[in-house]
């Protein structure tokens, strides 16, 4: 068995040290590029949202170099990527790949049972014991939040930094040196490594840069060949980005709304104008909104698939905010065929616009 | 007070229930025209762009309402099967038509209803708004179950054809937006299947994950009962621009029945009727040649 699954981010690296530590075969897919997309554009509903597409020419570019089981989340939520496993499946099947899925279900919908069935057939061909398997998993867990940790000061920080690029360059960095180094420890070693050089990256706090926001639907925003690599372009102007959405937060978030106890704050914000859950992440896009426009953000951006369910009806949403607490936000909406020109000229106006009443003091 | 009632999206098939439950209680009703090219109109300008057609076309009856009514209805469908949902757009639709319309005077009663206690439970929420009591609200509950819309089959006698026609209530339903399609299939001789009028068996353990979307698995279970019985021709699945919940079905029912004939029809407020029309009989061409070949080879067989 070799085990593969879609990219989502940093994930690569949390599962790169799970697999490690667990001594089971898998195959990381390249990263996602253009190519990518287009294997699975080709092979893909036309209509279905975006990620459903990367995913599948991630799986695609698997299997070529040789991975024969894909492991993915089944998110039950009321929208369409709990439901993306079946057609997902057929659409392999259909290019003649023989192909084994496993689900990973919450499980309070396929029983604690048939839970941990799926979840120990990751791990089938580990001879580990069982306590080195729980260990490794939690390897796993202190990696995607340390890189996610990494990720999020490198991004915020940028506007702040005295030499230009340091901590773009990091970033670059710690992620090519993570998935060279050897082993699941190693892998860890350096992820601690750069937590520290991060942290001692000079900064100038008299600097007052434009800070935005990130919000939207959460494969969008976290994965960057699909929003066009916006945060990068916005780190290279010397703009602070911030956005809660990583991997990290939805382990998080899950584990806690399973055993009921979440009391994120962002809820509470929401709550005002989206009392549910609708599915999606469209509640957490506009409590987001309300957090940020809270901590002072000079601007929002909101980013979402062509056809993307819930989204919309936050986007309906937030020109109220917009309005009523004077924030400038201004949607993306991206699909395969997103022109790159007029993308990056939408984003640099909005950049002009919130620099225009920066200067104006508004 | 009066209470006004959108004319879109499942109100079209619950209409004459919710009318006939406001009425006894107490309220006047009005029910918003058949979609027309002014309530298009109307949705067009003041939905979100990204949005499907039927949530547009709702927009634009409550914004038809916002002035003739004190009130307008705008319910919260969130389940109609147990642990499945409809689509989230429903469930944020009195969001979306809050702030797009901009609109204060609406109602937006929670529905779950995945069977018969839920359903009364959501509509007993419903009236308490309005202090209602009990006895009273039986008797409204009793017009609501007897008002709810039967499809009445039209039976064409001597079909030679019969097609199955797929697609969410509201577009099949709403003449407008599916520019007349099941009498245009009628006066070609085809008999039209819908949802309502058979009784699919489940096939959903087929699939690896039971679906948790009300909408996949009727059609779904619809479509390959039909198939599988030989009980149809062909499959016409008209659906609108943007429904995420129809690119599934569309893949996923395409992968299973194989060749079986099967015309899909995308609109949106753009959509022309002369293509919809070329479209639909080339497709009645082909059963009408297949089903002609069929007897051939029977016969010679
Ligand atoms: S949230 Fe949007 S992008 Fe994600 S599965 Fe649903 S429709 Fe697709
Ligand atoms: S089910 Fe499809 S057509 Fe209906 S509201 Fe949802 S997205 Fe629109």
């Avoid at chain 1, 909406?333 to 022109?339: A, L």
């Avoid at chain 1, 990056?344 to 909005?350: Q, S």
């Avoid at chain 2, 399609?181 to 058979?198: C, P, R, S, Y």
């Avoid at chain 2, 068996?201 to 087929?206: H, I, L, N, V």
Wanted: net charge positive; proline share 4%; with cysteine.
């Amino acid at each position: 068995m070799n085990i593969t699954f879609p990219h989502l981010g940093n994930t690569y690296i949390a599962a790169k040290v799970l697999f490690d530590a667990l001594d089971v075969e898998y195959t990381i897919p390249p990263i996602s590029t253009k190519k990518t997309l287009e294997i699975g554009c080709l092979h893909s509903p036309d209509d279905i949202c975006l990620p459903f597409k990367i995913m599948i020419g991630n799986y695609i570019e698997s299997i070529e170099k040789g991975a024969d089981t894909v492991l993915i989340t089944g998110s039950c939520g009321p929208c369409r990527f709990g439901e993306y496993c079946e057609l997902q499946k057929k659409v392999l099947m259909s290019l003649g790949r023989q192909i084994n899925f496993i689900v990973i279900d919450e499980p309070s919908k396929i029983g604690i049972k048939e839970f941990l069935n799926r979840l120990s057939s990751v791990a089938k061909d580990s001879r580990l014991s069982i306590y080195k398997k729980i260990k490794a998993l939690n390897m796993a867990l202190k990696a995607i939040n340390l890189i996610d940790e990494i990720e999020k000061e490198c991004r915020f920080f940028a506007g702040y930094e005295k030499n230009k690029g340091e901590f773009s360059k990091l970033l670059k960095d710690v992620k090519r040196e993570a998935i060279e180094s050897k082993g699941a420890e190693g892998t860890l070693k350096v992820l601690e490594n750069y937590k520290d050089k991060v942290d001692r990256i000079e900064i100038d706090n008299f600097k007052t840069p434009i800070k935005i926001g990130i919000i939207g639907e959460i494969y969008t925003i976290i994965d960057s060949l699909s929003n066009l690599y916006i945060e990068d372009i916005l780190m290279n102007l010397g703009v602070s980005t911030k956005r809660t959405l990583y991997p990290s937060w939805w382990v998080k978030n899950t584990a806690l709304s399973a055993l009921k106890i979440n009391r994120s704050p962002i809820y509470k914000e929401a709550k005002h104008y989206l009392g549910m859950c609708i599915g999606g992440h469209a509640q957490e896009c506009v409590g987001e909104a309300m957090l940020n426009y809270k901590m002072r953000f000079d601007g929002l951006i909101q980013i979402f698939p062509v056809g993307c369910m819930p989204e919309i009806v936050s986007k309906a949403i937030l020109p109220d905010i917009e309005k009523r607490y004077n924030i400038p936000i201004l949607s993306l909406v991206v699909d395969e065929m997103t022109g790159e020109a007029g993308y990056y000229t939408r984003i640099e106006a909005f950049l002009d616009l919130i620099e225009g009443r920066k200067r104006m003091c508004i | 007070m009066i209470i006004g009632i959108p004319n879109g999206l499942l109100n079209i098939k619950y209409r004459d229930a919710i009318q006939e439950f406001l009425n006894t209680i107490g309220f006047t009703t009005v029910v918003s025209p058949k979609t027309n090219k002014e309530i298009l109109d109307l949705g067009v300008l003041n939905c979100v762009d990204e949005a499907c057609l039927p949530v547009k076309i709702f927009h634009g009856h409550v914004e038809y309402l916002r002035d003739r009514c004190d009130i307008v209805l705008v319910p919260r469908i969130m389940k109609l099967n147990k642990n499945e949902f409809i689509c989230p757009k429903f469930c944020g639709l009195p969001e979306m038509v809050k702030y797009s319309l901009d609109i204060k005077n609406i109602i937006c009663p929670t529905i779950t209803a995945y069977n018969e206690k839920t359903l009364r439970n959501s509509l007993y929420n419903f009236s308490k708004t309005f202090r209602v009591d009990k006895e009273k609200f039986k008797r409204a509950y009793k017009g609501f179950k007897s008002n709810i819309y039967k499809y009445n089959k039209t039976s064409i006698s001597n079909p030679n054809l019969r097609v199955l026609l797929l697609g969410h209530p509201y577009l099949i339903y709403d003449d407008f937006i599916n520019m007349n399609l099941a009498k245009k299939l009628h006066q070609n001789g085809v008999e039209v299947f819908t949802e309502d009028n058979i009784e699919p068996y489940d096939y959903t353990y087929r699939l690896i994950k039971k679906p948790f979307w009300t909408f996949l698995r009727s059609t779904y279970n619809c479509a390959i009962s039909l198939v599988e019985t030989g009980k149809i021709d062909g499959i016409i699945y008209i659906s609108s621009f943007g429904c995420g919940i129809d690119s599934f079905s569309i893949d996923l029912i395409k992968k299973d029945i194989g060749s079986f004939p099967y015309l899909v029809l995308k609109i949106d407020e753009h959509t022309g009727e002369a293509g919809i029309d070329t479209r639909i009989e080339a497709f009645i061409d082909l059963l009408k040649r297949r089903s002609k070949n069929e007897y051939n080879i029977s016969s010679l067989g």
